[in-house]
């Protein structure tokens, strides 16, 4: 089956109150069953994706992230994640762009985008933003972004990034260092039938902002191949 059940999201509401290790040994099997169901899941998704957009293809097992968290660095030492969480990459140095998606009780997403860009790609963006803001706002204000993510997603700088006008006419796109679009869905929607095909159509309104992207990362700004 490639449907998520409500027993996956009540696995996750059940952790998030237990989150300590005698309980997840004692309710392992939970894990073991929401896990399989969602590998079962990512395959159906990447199986779908690979009709509409050239990925990296990997076993369902390496798209979902392990249940433990890494606690080494942080002051949360709760060792178990309370949601579950995978992805999909494009494939080839020509197109950018990573398929993200986190399924937890409440606020289940899907998106993408680019989360850590590179100091070198994040500045080679915001040339190509910076030159020819046009192309960017056309997408971001065209009926299929809106209506899917709403608006452009990301860290921001407080003032402007060395190296631009605070007064560019640019600036409240320049100002991202992070670049994502990311849609919500209930956990009625999460556990409906098919689901997956409704995933495949929110990352697919992801293709045009996507290929924007690719196109900046792998041109210089008068459209020379970089890669």
Known sequence: ?????????KFLKDIKKNNHKAWYEKNKPRKEAAYEEMWAFSEALQ???KKVDQ???VSPKKMIKRIHRD??????????KTYIMGGLARDTDYLRGGYYFKIEPGKSHFGGGFYSPEPKDLKLI?????????????ILSSAKWKNTFGELLGEQVKTSPKGFDKDHPAIDLLRFKQYYGMKLFTEK???APGFY??????????????DYMSDCLTHDLNGTPIV
């Open 1 to 9: 089956m490639s449907n998520i059940s409500p027993s996956t999201i």
């Open 47 to 49: 199986n779908e994706m």
């Open 55 to 57: 990925i990296v293809e």
């Open 71 to 80: 606690v080494r660095f942080s002051k949360d030492k709760t060792p178990y």
């Open 126 to 138: 915001r040339d190509h933003i910076a030159q020819d803001p046009k192309r960017l706002r056309k």
């Open 189 to 191: 929607e999460v556990c």
């Open 197 to 210: 095909k409704e995933v495949v159509k929110t990352w697919k309104n992801l293709r045009p902002w996507f």
